[in-house]
């Protein structure tokens, strides 16, 4: 059985406590729901975006349909133009100026379906731009979403790491000429023990596995020096006695 002074047994009841409040902190630093719900908020920003380029790029295509569709009734306004001109003149042959007149029946026609073509388009313009503008406006209020949910993760990151370093300070202070061995004890059943390597002995259980001790572990535990260092029988936990032990 290791030996260490009674008190530093008592003292790592201390060290223990603050080791478990690092330990708490480092936890929720981790595992901080602000930080889950940013990351959800970004997710769901990431795909806003995505329908937002995709719809801007749909208001692109159309636009240039309705461009596309502008310049041909441009075109044939021209030549309606020219036709009408030459028409007008009546110079040339009567096959000439009938040809002439054929094509101007045949320039309104297209005129005419090219108009309602760009009516259609234009409607779909319309709908391209407000769909485009809706999906701007998700995106962007995912994005202040996201922002000041990222100040609030900041936030608390910055209280958490102010108290791990408090608590560190602390630590330091508590474990200071702590006896070697006893530490290094600690350390090695603390970190196959879910970070509790030291517990009280309360009432006749352990406090770190909170099983009741048997009646003959309990009686050697009393008949222990004390500077004897007891281990829990059932999760080996360094077992300290104390004045609140009730032994
Ligand atoms: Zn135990």
């Known amino acids: ?9 008592t003292r790592l009841l201390k060290v223990q406590e603050i080791d478990s409040r690092i330990d708490r902190a480092q936890h929720q630093r ?10 959800e908020t970004r997710e769901q920003l990431a795909h806003a975006e995505d329908a937002a380029a995709t719809a801007h790029a749909e208001l692109g295509d159309v636009q240039r349909d309705l461009t596309r569709i502008e310049d041909e009734i441009e075109k044939v306004k021209a030549r309606q133009e020219r036709d009408q001109t030459r028409l007008d003149s009546g110079m040339g042959q009567a096959k000439e100026l009938q040809a002439l007149s054929s094509e101007l029946e045949a320039l ?31 995106a962007q209020s995912l994005r202040e979403q996201a922002g000041a949910q990222s100040a609030e993760v900041e936030l608390t990151y910055d209280r958490l790491d102010k108290e791990m370093a408090a608590a ?18 600690y350390e090695r059943v603390r970190a196959k023990s879910g970070g509790i390597g030291a517990a009280p002995l309360r009432s006749g259980r352990c406090e770190g596995c909170h099983l009741a001790i048997n009646p003959g572990d309990m009686s050697k535990i009393r008949q222990a020096a004390p500077d004897d260092v007891i281990r829990c029988e059932e999760c080996g936990r360094i077992l300290v006695r104390d004045e609140e032990s009730g032994l």
């Open 1 to 9: 059985m290791s030996k260490a002074p009674a008190a530093d047994q």
């Open 30 to 39: 981790e595992a901080l729901p602000e930080a889950q719900r940013l990351a």
């Open 108 to 138: 309104k026609k297209r005129l005419s379906e090219l108009e309602d073509k760009a009516l259609e388009v234009m409607e779909r313009v319309e709908e391209a731009e407000h769909k485009s503008e809706a999906a701007q406006a998700a």
């Open 168 to 185: 560190k300070l602390e630590r330091a202070t508590a474990q200071d000429g702590l006896d070697e061995k006893l530490m290094a004890l």
